[in-house]
């Protein structure tokens, strides 16, 4: 029998609507295996006829899924972004006012030099420190030993009143300089001494002494904010300031001589020393005693502290020669 007739005998047959689906399915199989010119796969006839209808209901379901859990992920990341935006303009709230601030200079050159290393140590390590509400900071705590495992080298120091040779001479520089924007910006002192002589770059009654592990300068935050401390040196300058989010308190801080003390003259017999040569190996330095007095303003209502700073003379000290003296 020819195709015609068995077509033909189909539709007289009434089977032919169901023969053609089939006949479809052959088709849809044809095109989904169809063949390029060069005999490979065709990508483009299989991409574009989908097998089944429930092969593109799946499809359209998985596109679906995938832009819902694309558009979440975006949405996370934009949440994200903005809580960090926000933890940023609140930090820069936090720590916005400056409430006390102060600077002191430093030789750099020549013998100066350990030195000037030992101040610029410690201040980068002071750098950052933050004090919470009704905390203390203990600066032998953040500034750590003195010592070359910490960075510091050997440099003179005061020791009572005299200068020597030490390990961080320099380093009370940087207390110092503490003290004094901890005074200004209405910190609280816990642990403080002042040096056994007046200091060359800060004025009396502001100087503080360290010494580790022995001698500490502590300082309290009285405030419902935290307050952190910047530090850095420039240009043979140290600064120092403490900021938080507001300053609650106007403060003035004056200071009196009281008297003054004459230092006495030592003299010590140098054999080494030709005979009627005389060397001063320690300059005196008068001692003083200071009043300071801090006001300072807050809520409306004034408060005053006073407090007498006393450094003792330092003796000169001058020595002798007892020897013979050179010939010729």
Same mark, same amino acid.
Do not use: W
């Given at each position: 029998?020819?195709?015609?007739?068995?077509?033909?005998?189909?539709?007289?047959?009434?089977?032919?609507?169901?023969?053609?689906?089939?006949? $479809?399915?052959?088709?849809?199989?044809?095109?989904? &295996?169809?063949?390029?010119?060069?005999?490979?796969?065709?990508?483009?006839?299989?991409?574009?006829? /989908? #097998?089944?209808?429930?092969?593109?209901?799946?499809?359209?379901?998985?596109?679906?899924?995938?832009? $819902?859990?694309? #558009?979440?992920?975006?949405?996370?990341?934009? #949440?994200?972004?903005?809580?960090?935006?926000?933890?940023?303009?609140?930090?820069?709230?936090?720590?916005?006012?400056?409430?006390?601030?102060?600077?002191?200079?430093?030789?750099?050159?020549?013998?100066?030099?350990?030195?000037?290393?030992?101040?610029?140590?410690?201040?980068?390590?002071?750098?950052?420190?933050?004090?919470?509400? &009704?905390?203390?900071?203990?600066?032998?705590?953040?500034?750590?030993?003195?010592?070359?495992?910490?960075?510091?080298?050997?440099?003179?120091?005061?020791?009572?009143?005299?200068?020597? /040779? &030490?390990?961080?001479?320099?380093?009370?520089?940087?207390?110092?300089?503490?003290?004094?924007?901890?005074?200004?910006?209405?910190?609280?002192?816990?642990?403080?001494?002042?040096?056994?002589?007046?200091?060359?770059?800060?004025?009396?009654?502001?100087?503080?002494?360290?010494?580790?592990?022995?001698?500490?300068?502590?300082?309290?935050?009285?405030?419902?904010?935290?307050?952190?401390?910047?530090?850095?040196?420039?240009?043979?300058?140290?600064?120092?300031?403490?900021?938080?989010?507001?300053?609650?308190?106007?403060?003035?801080?004056?200071?009196?001589?009281?008297?003054?003390? #004459?230092?006495?003259?030592?003299?010590?017999?140098? $054999?080494?020393?030709? $005979?009627?040569?005389?060397?001063?190996?320690?300059?005196?330095?008068?001692?003083?005693?200071?009043?300071?007095?801090?006001?300072?303003?807050?809520?409306?209502?004034?408060?005053?502290?006073?407090?007498?700073?006393?450094?003792?003379?330092?003796?000169?000290?001058?020595?002798?020669?007892?020897?013979?003296? /050179?010939?010729?």
């Amino acid at each position: 029998m020819s195709h015609f007739t068995s077509v033909f005998a189909l539709f007289l047959s009434g089977t032919l609507v169901s023969a053609l689906p089939s006949m $479809a399915d052959k088709h849809v199989g044809d095109v989904d &295996g169809a063949m390029s010119a060069h005999g490979a796969p065709s990508a483009v006839a299989k991409a574009t006829v /989908p #097998a089944t209808e429930e092969d593109a209901d799946e499809a359209r379901v998985a596109l679906a899924a995938q832009e $819902a859990q694309e #558009a979440q992920e975006q949405a996370v990341r934009e #949440a994200q972004e903005a809580r960090d935006a926000r933890d940023a303009r609140e930090a820069e709230l936090a720590f916005a006012t400056v409430l006390g601030t102060y600077r002191t200079r430093y030789q750099r050159s020549g013998r100066s030099r350990g030195r000037a290393h030992n101040v610029e140590r410690a201040t980068e390590i002071l750098d950052g420190a933050v004090i919470a509400p &009704g905390e203390r900071l203990s600066f032998n705590d953040r500034v750590g030993r003195r010592d070359r495992q910490n960075g510091f080298t050997e440099a003179p120091v005061i020791d009572g009143g005299r200068i020597v /040779p &030490g390990m961080g001479g320099g380093v009370c520089q940087v207390a110092s300089t503490l003290h004094a924007a901890a005074l200004l910006g209405g910190l609280e002192m816990t642990q403080y001494r002042p040096h056994s002589r007046p200091s060359s770059y800060i004025p009396m009654g502001l100087d503080a002494t360290v010494s580790f592990p022995q001698i500490d300068f502590e300082i309290e935050n009285p405030f419902d904010f935290p307050v952190e401390v910047h530090a850095r040196t420039e240009g043979g300058r140290v600064f120092v300031e403490l900021v938080g989010r507001a300053d609650p308190r106007e403060v003035e801080i004056s200071r009196q001589i009281l008297n003054r003390r #004459a230092y006495e003259t030592r003299i010590v017999e140098d $054999a080494t020393l030709a $005979a009627g040569t005389r060397v001063v190996q320690q300059r005196g330095v008068r001692g003083a005693r200071i009043a300071r007095t801090r006001t300072f303003v807050e809520a409306g209502e004034t408060h005053v502290q006073r407090q007498v700073v006393r450094y003792p003379p330092t003796d000169e000290v001058v020595r002798v020669g007892t020897g013979p003296a /050179p010939v010729g």
